[in-house]
């Protein structure tokens, strides 16, 4: 069964620091992935997504992710995080009939 | 505008009294879908829908009526809502392969 982890329950940086938030899953064939934020309060926006083709997927507001095949990682990353990206992150595996499996989320603080 | 659109975003009931959340899409899409969130857990999916009257249940199923007999219209029924029903419930669309989109989110607490 499909599944997604993501290891870090809450993450604090510093404005201007960089930012990576780890996902892992487990899923048998080709992988759609996807990056979601939610700030406070708020719906689902999507950040990046990855279908095929080049590993590093650039995405809105600054943010990137790599796909690892053989880590079986989809890595977000942001070179300087600002105070306005504090939300929680999702990281999700498509699967059969369009499903999203979701990880249970990271919690960003930015700290000033 | 393309979007997906809840009713009613806040709602507040008591155990045993049936209601229905309201999805409807604009887009034309074929496929459908319920999810939950509840802190630590994520989003699950509850049901979901690939065509008109083409229905599945997702991972948490329980508790939970759906119906697509319109292609822009999934309402999410639940009979006799129970307080471990209380969550914020999103509804999303796509097309076949394709980028989700969701919906506002519905906030439920029962009694």
């Known amino acids: ?12 940086v510093s404005e201007g620091a960089s930012l990576e938030l780890r996902c892992n899953y487990s899923y048998g064939a080709t992988p759609y992935l996807f990056w979601y934020v939610q700030s406070p309060g708020q ?12 590993t590093l997927v650039q995405g809105i507001k600054g943010f990137e992710a790599e796909f690892k095949r053989s880590q079986s990682s989809f890595n977000l990353r942001k070179p ?26 990271t919690i960003l603080r930015v700290k000033s | ?29 074929e496929y459908m879908s319920w999810y939950r969130q509840d802190p630590g857990l994520g989003l699950r999916q509850i049901y979901y829908s690939m ?13 939970y009526k759906v119906s697509r007999k319109e292609k822009r219209n999934f309402p999410l029924i639940l009979e006799s809502p129970s307080p471990n029903q209380t969550s914020l419930y999103f509804c999303a669309s796509s097309g076949r392969g394709e980028t989700q989109y969701f919906g506002p989110g519905t906030r439920l607490l029962v009694l």
Request: charged share 15%.
């Open chain 2, 1 to 29: 505008e393309a979007q997906v659109t809840q009713n009613p975003r806040y709602l507040i009931t008591v155990t045993g009294k049936k209601l229905t959340v309201t999805c409807s899409q604009n887009m034309n899409h």
């Open chain 1, 80 to 105: 300087s995080v600002h105070w306005s990206d504090a939300a929680e992150y999702f990281c999700a595996v498509g699967a059969y009939g369009n499903k999203l499996v979701f990880g249970a989320g």
């Open chain 1, 43 to 54: 719906g689902l926006q999507l950040l990046l997504k990855y279908f095929s083709g080049d």
């Open chain 2, 51 to 63: 065509n008109v009257e083409v229905t599945d249940k997702g991972d948490v199923p329980e508790g």
């Open chain 1, 1 to 12: 069964a499909q599944s997604v982890t993501q290891p870090d329950i809450h993450i604090t």
